[in-house]
C-alpha cells in the first residue's frame, strides 16, 4: 500500500510520512507535535485521544491514518482561535473540571460533538454521551457541569 503523504489537521494541510496502519495518534504525537491527544488505553476504550474527524469523535489510537483520507481532523489544539480558547474550554477551566488533566483534551473534544449536535443537553444526555470517555479523578460531575455552562455560553453568544 502508498505511504500516507498528507493530512489536514487543524485547518492545515500537514505533509507526513507514514503507512497507513500506523495509527492517527502516533502521526500527531510523533510527526506533527500536537501532544494534547494523550495516549491512555491503546484500545480505544478510555476517550483519552479522542480527535474530531469530519466533527465526529474518533479514537486517535485506533484509527488508522491511512482511512482518514482528506477529512478534516480537530485537534484540542485546534480549539482556540486568535489567542481566545473556545467556550468549552474555558467552562472547563472556570469549574475545574479536570485535576490531573490527563483526560480533558478527550473530554472538551467528546462534549463539543455533543454540543454541535444537541445544542441544550439534559444532564442524563450529556453523561450518555460520555460514557466513553474516562477519567480517573472523577471529575465526571464537573465535567457535566462545564459542558452545561458551555451550552448556555454558546447560545448567548450566537444572540
Not at 502516533?26 to 480505544?44: A, I, M, N, P
Not at 485546534?78 to 467556550?87: A, C, F, I, R, V
Request: glycine share 12%; charged share 20%; hydrophobic share 35%.
Amino acid at each position: 500500500m502508498a505511504r500516507v503523504a498528507e493530512i489536514l489537521v487543524n485547518g492545515i494541510s500537514h505533509p507526513i510520512d507514514a503507512e497507513p496502519q500506523t495509527s492517527l495518534l502516533t502521526v500527531l504525537r510523533d510527526q506533527l507535535g500536537l501532544t494534547g491527544s494523550k495516549y491512555g488505553c491503546g484500545e480505544g476504550q478510555c476517550g483519552t485521544c479522542t480527535v474530531l474527524i469530519n466533527g465526529s469523535p474518533r479514537r486517535a489510537c485506533i484509527t488508522p491514518v491511512g482511512s482518514v483520507g482528506n477529512k478534516p481532523i480537530t485537534t484540542i489544539e485546534g480549539l482556540e482561535k486568535n489567542g481566545q480558547l473556545h467556550l468549552l474550554q474555558l467552562a472547563f477551566l472556570d469549574l475545574g473540571a479536570m485535576q490531573c488533566g490527563y483526560c480533558t483534551s478527550g473530554m472538551i473534544l467528546s462534549g463539543l460533538a455533543l454540543l454541535r449536535t444537541n445544542s441544550d443537553p439534559t444532564e442524563e444526555e450529556i453523561a450518555r454521551f460520555m460514557e466513553g470517555n474516562v477519567c480517573r479523578c472523577g471529575t465526571y460531575l464537573r465535567i457535566i457541569a462545564a459542558i452545561r455552562k458551555a451550552a448556555q455560553a454558546m447560545k448567548e453568544s450566537r444572540q
